[in-house]
């Protein structure tokens, strides 16, 4: 009897969303807190039509969060004497991650609702699926599972070993998503989240500007204009990592990828093999193509590594361990 049900159970799971065998799933909150991802919405909105960079900086935070310990919350930590090197210090972070006041701002008014109900790495996922939502011009509409716990744990060097840095080339691409359950589409996809944001130069000076490279002439002399040769703390500027739309969620980032203006060599290696080039065409001239993709690309990466059961816990401070 016990080994029929577990075949069953197996049997379920190849025919659903992998995300609903983890524990997620879209409405998990409907009879514990019925008006979270109404109150996640609302607070997301107050701070991105003040400033449209913030919703770059949740969706980068979703990223960031998911590919370090899954999931969880951990990258809301903030350095404590026992723990004084979390993620969010960690040079792909720090200084450069945006949001954590959003972040703040809706775990208080979900507290307030709903006290000890809603995890952080949930109101995460919540408000990088709403900020896409406001940046597209509601066109990227996304149904995003929850019942996600928060982590215990947040490191400085999981930060640095497990998120994918500028310069890697299309192979490092491709294992570096894969070592996450994601697909080198779902890579493709999810990089054209690059069409929105800004870039410190430090992140692409060295390999794209001071060094050979691909880069379109005419790209390469207006950075140069904007960014110092050298640039260090107390000089680093921040350029728009889209220069027709930056504030526009769009398939626009594709258009640059094949026409040699990105920032970054990762951006650049995507025409290196033709599999990913071909995906980059697509996306740039298949009307709504991406739009489709990037919603299904973004939930399976919201579904890294959960923690579920005994895993977590409901962190009552989204910046601090129970």
Known sequence: MAASFRIAVVATCLLVLASACQGLQVGYYKDTCPSVEAIVRDEVKKFVYKDAGIGAGLIRMLFHDCFV???????????????????????????SLRGFDVIDAAKAAVEAACPGKVSCADIIAFAARDAAYF????????????????????????????LPPPFFNVNQLITSFAAKGLSAEDMVVLSGAHTIGRSHCSSFVSDRL?????MEAGFANFLRGRCPANPNPSNDPTVNQDIVTPNALDNQYFKHVL????????????????????????NAFIPGLWDGKF???????????????????????????N
């Open 259 to 282: 026409d040699r203006k990105v920032l970054f060599t990762s951006d650049a290696a995507l025409m290196t093999s033709p599999t990913t080039a071909q995906m980059v065409k697509d």
């Open 295 to 321: 919603n299904a690309a973004f939930v399976k990466m919201a579904g890294i590594g959960v923690k579920t059961g005994f895993q977590g816990e409901i962190r009552r401070n989204c910046r601090l361990v």
């Open 210 to 214: 001071n060094t050979p490279s691909d």
């Open 69 to 95: 310990q899954g999931c969880d919350g951990s990258v809301l930590l903030d350095p404590t004497p026992a723990n004084p090197q979390p993620e969010k210090l960690s040079p792909p972070n720090f200084p």
């Open 135 to 162: 940046l597209s011009a509601f066109r990227v509409k996304i149904n995003m599972p929850a019942g996600r716990l928060d982590g215990r744990v947040s490191s400085s060097s999981d930060a640095l070993n497990n």
